[in-house]
Nanobody
Framework: QVQLVESGGGLVQAGGSLRLSCAAS????????IAWFRQAPGKEREFVTT????????AYADSVKGRFTISRDNAKHTLYLQMNSLKPEDTAVYYC????????????????WGQGTQVTVSS
């Protein structure tokens, strides 16, 4: 079993930055593909970014490419999301998710989910 706990959300002005963290329990973290998803009010959960078990081959949604950076520290069992140049449309609850196997962009393929952390970007 894997438990994920996100932190680092908050309120920031447009153009600002935030760094989200996702701490994972369990000894299998390095064998998991990890992703960030987000869900805004009234909208479906959408893919943001994902990274492979080794930390290579990150993939990003077009809406965040060039502004967000995903990384992981397998020794610390932690996933990070550096968010720069934030926009009001980035406002959402951000979730980290994990799965055994290759990384995908589909939320239905992820087995483990955190509780989410709220990110609010004011204009």
């Amino acid at each position: 079993q894997v438990q994920l706990v996100e932190s680092g959300g908050g309120l920031v002005q447009a153009g600002g930055s935030l760094r989200l963290s996702c701490a994972a329990s369990g000894r299998t973290f390095s064998r998991l593909s990890i992703a960030w998803f987000r869900q805004a009010p009234g909208k479906e959960r959408e893919f943001v970014t994902t990274i492979s078990q080794s930390g290579s081959n990150p993939a990003y949604a077009d809406s965040v490419k060039g502004r967000f950076t995903i990384s992981r520290d397998n020794a610390k069992h932690t996933l990070y999301l550096q968010m720069n140049s934030l926009k009001p449309e980035d406002t959402a609850v951000y979730y980290c998710a994990a799965r055994r196997g290759v990384a995908t962009t589909r939320p239905s393929t992820y087995e483990y989910w955190g509780q989410g952390t709220q990110v609010t970007v004011s204009s």
